[in-house]
């Protein structure tokens, strides 16, 4: 929304607009781009509109960041903490989340890694991220009986796969990439879903199949 378009000549934005706009420009430019003076420039505000709501640059970066667990970490935690009566629909649950941006923000995840190359800081952070996502998946296989070695394995087949995903920007049919659930789940558990499971969990998703 611009100046212009406000009926309050003394519209300064809000926290909201100012973040949608930080992250936009974090996802399309990188972090040297998220200045406060383009970021104004781009909303038609004015410089010192920024900081009625930000104390300066590094809140807002820091606020990029809570976001980026929000939407990616915590998305992947709930999802591994889910109600499942099986442990392959514990798993769907797990591998569904990223399917779609709406859930985890694998845009964001990418800008935050490049983020991270340069600031060690960041770094840090993915790092424990990292870490985090693990531990939440090895403490759902462990629940579902695999043994310590056997979860950590399985963890990180899980993890590295979906990171690699992520990381080489793959872009797939959704449709393709549903279809090879049944095998990833069966890789990352030792079990298939039956196929009572899998229609449960495409309606589920809001999924149906082209000529249905």
């Known amino acids: ?18 973040l949608d706009a930080a992250y936009e420009t974090l996802i399309e430019k990188g972090v040297d781009a998220v200045k406060i003076m383009p970021l104004a420039t781009a909303l038609n505000l004015s410089r010192t509109s920024f900081y009625w709501f930000f104390k300066d640059r ?28 099986t442990e392959t629909e514990a798993m769907l649950n797990v591998i569904s989340t990223f399917l ?36 939440a998946l090895r403490d759902m296989l462990l629940a579902w009986g695999h043994g310590e070695q056997d979860a ?13 995903y992520i990381s080489m920007r793959v872009d797939e049919p959704v449709e393709e990439r549903l279809d090879r659930f049944p095998s990833y789940v069966e890789i990352y558990t030792g079990k298939r879903p039956p196929q009572q499971e ?5 309606a589920r998703i809001g999924y149906r199949a082209k000529g249905q």
């Open 100 to 135: 779609s941006d709406a859930v985890f923000d694998t845009r964001l995840e990418l800008a935050v890694r490049a983020w991270a190359q340069q600031d060690p800081d960041v770094l840090a952070r993915v790092q424990r991220a990292d870490a985090e996502r693990l531990a």
């Open 1 to 18: 929304m611009t100046q212009e378009s406000h009926p309050d000549r003394g519209w300064r934005g809000s926290p909201e607009l100012w």
């Open 58 to 85: 590094r809140q807002l970066l820091a606020m990029l960041l809570n976001r980026w667990e929000a939407s990616t970490t915590g998305a992947l935690l709930a999802a591994s903490r889910d109600y499942a009566a």
């Open 198 to 202: 899998m229609e449960r969990f495409m």
């Open 152 to 164: 950590d394995v399985r963890a990180r087949t899980i993890y590295l796969v979906q990171v690699g």
